[in-house]
Each structure stands twice: as structure tokens, then as C-alpha cells.
């Protein structure tokens, strides 16, 4: 759905724009973490998959919160009608369990306890920080921050393109049936991001608003980060998970 | 949609409770503003009329945001699933047009230019700081006080069917197809606040949260009464108009 008002956007202004936010992809994405290596290239162990899908809960339970809030700052009424789906791809309508729902599906196919998981008292504290900075930071920046921040998912379908094959691939552990999240995001992720990118392009104009979209990239590509860090720091190495995380059983 | 957990609420706490919240309504809800008397009593001028539904669309517009902010402060799924329809009830989804799209047909039928309405240049300043109070509570009290807000709804129904017949009856130029967003409210309404009735009849069990509704559903009678005392301020009696608010053409 197009978003884009009549007005022509200035195209070579909107492209180096554009340009920039991939730039920041190529560099900071999470897709580059040693922690995703380890975990397409069938090098985690059970445990640390069933630690990584925990956490991740945190984030995947989050983001409607995120998208409502993003929501709430949106005066446009065209704008908030496209982007309302978001909170249904997650939050699931009608017929559609939705992408909390198939994620849990994951967490149960790994055997973890689902009230456990939903409870998160087993995800790691850097875990929730970095989940609440990014909810944070969509309200305090209602509008074009708010929506640029959301602009990773330019780089997140071949990131899920990879995962989906690899971990197929290499663990006996994960089937096709726990993998439709991955699957579905595969269709989601582009239509959305089509739509905020046109609205960033359009609207990040002058140059504090294209350093304030450049920022709120930065800034989300540093809260996908930082998950990925506790998680290597904790369940790789050294291993030290903090008092009160997620003990995996022994295997 | 039920929305309460299996466990049982205390039944006689929350009647009482609820007794409480009626009791605000009695005394406080708008439908006893004396400008709602002579607006539904046909005492209103075309030019107050259309002041009047000038400044509400302010409101319209509004709610939308506000029922984001409600969702983004809410952590369970199901909640938020059944929350989420109040935004397309006023946004619109699909072929529904929408609450604000049918209001600004209302403003059309009214002879109001919808430029100049969506615009809110002409609206009152008490209008608009009203609404922005709102939203703003609703993003400050997440969960209870946020829902308890909304409970208002439970004494709309009578003020709008009385709207309804009292308009319809004494204007000439309000005719039955610019009220639709009048009808449509009378069945969404009682679903919307019972839903937000059994919500609050459930979770506000200790008296500090018994206390923070009825402040939550006082503070949201004085934003609804706000509005009506500004307008007939501005447009009735005295009828000193701001600058720069919107001045009726001589009829």
C-alpha cells in the first residue's frame, strides 16, 4: 500500500538518503553477528538454540506494543490505516494465530515450557532492556523516528531466507512445521518496509530529519545488537548466565 | 468479547465499584451540559452547529491515537486483539469507511469546507487542549487507568440516541444520512465499554487502583465537558470567539 502523498518526492535527495540507511545495514545489521554464524551454520547446541528462541521472545511479544506506539503518533488517518496490519501480523486476527503465536510454536517445538516463556523471567536483563529502549525510543520519536527505526526490515528477508535453510539443514532438532514464523515474515517484512520506506523518503527532507532517520536506524540496529551480545556472552562464551537467566538442562 | 481470565471476580467490590463509576456519570457526563440541551432541543443555530461539530472532530480525529496509546500499553495479546477494532471502527478497514470519515460527512452536510474541518485552524483552543490532555493521560497510565478512561461509553448511548431523534426533529438542515456516525456508535459503544467495564471490574480490586479509575473516568467527564463550556463560551453566550477560532458566516 502506498502511502506517498501526491507530491513528487525529491529523488536524488530520497536516494542518497536511501543509500545511507543500506549503508548502515551492510555495517551494523544483526545478520553480521558471530551468534548468527554459529546459529545457521549448525554450530549451537540444543541449549543454545532453546536460549536464543527465549530471548527472542521478549522482542517478538514487544513489537505490538512498538507498532501501537508508533500508531498513536500518526495524525495521518491513511498512514495509521496501513500500518495497523502490522500489529495483526503479530497479534494474529481473525483466522490467523498470528506471529507470537508461531513463534511459540518454535519455543514449544524446542521443547521449552510455554508459560515459562511467556513469563520471561528466564530472558536475560540486557534481553528486556534493549526490547524497552526500542518501545521507548518509538514513543519519544512519534512520527518519522518512529517509523525509521523500523526500516531494518529492509535486510531482515534474507536474513530469514538463510535461517530457514540452515537451520533445516543442520539441526535434527528443528522441523518445516516450528519455522513459519520465519516463513510468513518472508512476505510481511517487504510489504512493510516498502511502505515506511516510501514515507521516509518522502518526509526526511531536511538535514536534521535525515540525521534523525540515520540515528533511529543506528539506534535499532544496536537493539537487535545487544541481544545478540548477552546471548554470546552468556550461553557461548565465556558462558556466564546471569543469576536468574535460563539454565538450560544438561544434555 | 470477554476479555476476563477464568478466575472469578469479587463480585460485590466490583458492583460497588461500578455503582461508583454510574454515580460519576450521573453527575459529571456531558450529556447535562446545558449545551447539549439546546442542541438536541433544537435551540441551536445553524452557525452553533456547525461550531459544534467543528470543534468534535477534533475529538474524532483524536481517538484513533488514543486507543493506540491504550494498546501500546497493553501486554496481554488477547486484550490488544480485542482492543484493536475501536481503531478501525474510527479509522475505517476495508469498505468501512470509518467513525471520522462518516463524522466529516456530517461537517459536509453542515456546509463546513473538510479541508478547513480536517485542518482544525478554526477550532477552539480548549477544544484541542482538551483532546491532547486525553491522549496524554492515556500514554501516562498504561492498562487501568488508560481503560477506565474509556468507560465513559457506558453512559453515550442514551445521549446519542437522544441526539439522534432531537436533531433530526428540529433541524432542517440535518437529515438522516449525516447521523450515521451517531448510529453506528449506538451498537459500538455498549460492546467497546463492556468489554472495558469487565476489564476494570476484574483488575481494580485493591482501593488504590478502585481510586485510579475514578479519578481516570472524572478526569475524562471534565475533557468532554471542556469542550461544551468553550463552545458556548465562543458561540452562544457570551459568544466571545478566540482569535483566530472559526467564525460562522452571518445567516
Redesign the interface.
Known amino acids: 500500500m502506498t502511502v506517498t502523498a501526491a507530491a513528487a518526492p525529491p529523488p536524488v535527495a530520497a536516494d542518497a538518503l536511501e543509500a545511507k540507511i543500506r549503508a548502515i545495514g551492510a555495517e551494523r545489521y544483526h545478520s553480521l553477528h558471530p551468534f548468527h554464524r554459529l546459529l545457521h551454520g549448525g554450530r549451537c547446541t540444543r541449549a543454545q538454540v532453546r536460549a536464543w528462541a527465549l530471548n527472542r521472545y521478549c522482542y517478538q ?1 514487544a513489537i ?3 507498532d ?2 508508533v ?5 495521518d ?1 491513511a498512514l ?2 496501513a500500518w ?1 496490519g502490522r ?2 501480523d503479530h ?3 481473525g483466522d490467523d494465530p ?1 506471529g ?1 503465536e508461531r513463534w511459540l510454536r518454535l519455543t514449544d517445538g524446542l521443547g521449552l515450557d510455554r508459560d515459562y516463556v511467556m513469563s520471561m523471567q528466564g530472558a536475560l536483563p540486557a534481553t528486556r532492556m534493549a526490547v524497552e529502549h526500542y ?1 521507548q525510543y518509538v ?1 519519544d520519536h512519534p512520527g518519522l523516528g518512529a517509523i525509521a527505526s523500523c526500516l531494518t526490515e529492509l535486510f531482515a528477508p534474507s536474513l530469514h531466507a538463510e535461517r530457514i535453510s540452515g537451520m533445516l539443514e543442520h539441526y535434527d532438532f528443528i522441523d518445516d512445521s516450528v519455522m513459519t514464523y520465519f516463513r510468513r515474515r518472508l512476505t510481511q517484512a517487504p510489504r512493510d518496509c516498502d511502505m515506511a520506506l516510501a514515507y521516509v523518503r518522502e518526509h526526511a527532507r531536511s538535514e536534521e530529519s535525515q540525521q534523525l532517520v540515520l540515528d533511529a536506524v543506528t539506534m535499532k540496529t544496536n537493539v537487535l545488537w545487544v541481544q545478540l551480545d548477552a546471548l554470546y556472552h552468556a550461553y557461548v562464551a565465556p558462558g556466564h548466565i546471569p543469576p536468574g537467566a535460563y539454565v538450560p538442562p544438561e544434555e
Open positions: 511479544a505490538p506494543r512498538k501501537a506506539a500508531l498513536a503518533g500518526l495524525t488517518r495509521r490505516r495497523i500489529i495483526h497479534d494474529g486476527h498470528g507470537i518501545v514513543k
